[in-house]
């Protein structure tokens, strides 16, 4: 017979629940995602962040809170780098292993 001990149950679970938590981040899309990827860009071609709304026309004197800055960077360096699809799966995957690392 064979016998788990915690360890290894873990082991065996983690990959399960990655798999799990991948196909659900793949099947959804955030609504301000591309705006999220257009603003860093901006960034990173400007190099400091933007503290007006200049997609919006209704909004221009808008002051956001760019709270969502590092993500923005690293979205649009993985799109930048390995395009639609290969940024898209990246991207997931690192959400679903966030996931579980906090679980």
Known sequence: MLHLNKDSLIILI??????I???INVSK???????????GNQILQ??????FDTYTYF????????HE???DIIT???YNFGGVNLGYNLLAGFYSLLICLSI
């Open 69 to 71: 800055w590092l993500q």
């Open 29 to 39: 899309i955030d609504p301000d995602f591309g705006w999220h990827l257009r603003q």
């Open 21 to 23: 938590i991948y196909t």
């Open 14 to 19: 983690y990959p399960v629940y990655f798999l």
């Open 59 to 66: 909004a221009s004197d808008f002051h956001p809170t760019t």
């Open 76 to 78: 649009a360096l993985i």
């Open 46 to 51: 400007q190099g400091k962040l933007d503290y």
